[in-house]
Nanobody, 126 residues
Framework: VQLQASGGGSVQAGGSLTVSCAAS????????MGWFRQAPGKEREFVGG????????YYTDSVKGRFTIVTNNAKDTVDLQMNSLKPEDTAVYYC????????????????????WGPGTLVTVSS
């Protein structure tokens, strides 16, 4: 499984940005998918996820109502649409996929994911 995240960049607070995770369509159908981020000096943290086959999406509290996971079948990507960005959203964003056998409660942790993309940097200035 190969993943590639793209779309990172710089934006002012309050702005919007979309990062995309590219993989084969079968990958997103057969695996749970997660977005994580890691800010300098901090641990990698869960941002949002999508159950295999697109059954459900879920988010960490700090991004609820601002971030949305969208499946783009035309491009074979799963996108993280980020609105109302804040400086504290600055981080390297990673997409990952993991076995669909994992229970929902585990999907908020990096250990539930087996394959990771290389990450893309998002910088939000105040």
């Amino acid at each position: 499984v190969q993943l590639q995240a793209s779309g990172g960049g710089s934006v002012q607070a309050g702005g919007s940005l979309t990062v995309s995770c590219a993989a084969s369509r079968s990958t997103f159908s057969d695996y749970n998918m997660g977005w994580f981020r890691q800010a300098p000096g901090k641990e990698r943290e869960f941002v949002g996820g999508r159950r295999w086959g697109g059954r459900a999406t879920y988010y960490t509290d700090s991004v609820k109502g601002r971030f949305t996971i969208v499946t783009n079948n035309a491009k074979d990507t799963v996108d993280l649409q980020m609105n109302s960005l804040k400086p504290e959203d600055t981080a390297v964003y990673y997409c990952a996929v993991g076995s669909k056998s994992k229970i929902l409660s585990s999907l908020y942790t990096p250990g539930a994911y087996d394959y990771w993309g290389p990450g893309t940097l998002v910088t939000v200035s105040s």
